[in-house]
């Protein structure tokens, strides 16, 4: 098992910044590789950003390049989101979830945590 909690959301206005962080534990050396999702109202889940857990190598949707910069503390098994020049299509529950191996789904989640940008 693998626990996930998430922190770091709130409301910030268009242009600004946020960084979530994902503390992972339980049986982290299982883990291959850890991302975020996002999921806003009415809309479904989609994949936002990924890093393999023990290679570093991260992985971006195109819409966030240049945005947001995924990047993992291995001292503290902890993920984090740094999330810059928001714009109001960026509000939804950001989820992080891990997966063990690269053909798996994500199998362990967070809770989620709320990222509101204003105009």
């Known amino acids: 098992q693998v626990q996930l909690v998430e922190s770091g959301g709130g409301l910030v206005q268009a242009g600004g910044s946020l960084r979530l962080s994902c503390a992972a534990s339980g049986r982290t050396f299982s883990i291959y590789g850890l991302a975020w999702f996002r999921q806003a109202p009415g809309k479904e889940r989609e994949f936002v950003a990924g890093?393999?857990?023990?290679?570093?190598?991260?992985f971006y949707v195109d819409y966030v390049k240049g945005r947001f910069t995924i990047s993992k503390d291995n001292a503290k098994n902890t993920v984090y989101l740094r999330m810059s020049s928001l714009k109001p299509e960026d509000t939804a529950v950001y989820y992080c979830?891990?997966?063990?191996?690269?053909?798996?789904?994500?199998?362990?989640w967070g809770q989620g945590t709320q990222v509101t940008v204003s105009s």
């Open positions: 890093i393999n857990w023990s290679a570093g190598s991260t």
């Open positions: 979830a891990v997966r063990r191996n690269p053909r798996a789904e994500y199998e362990y």
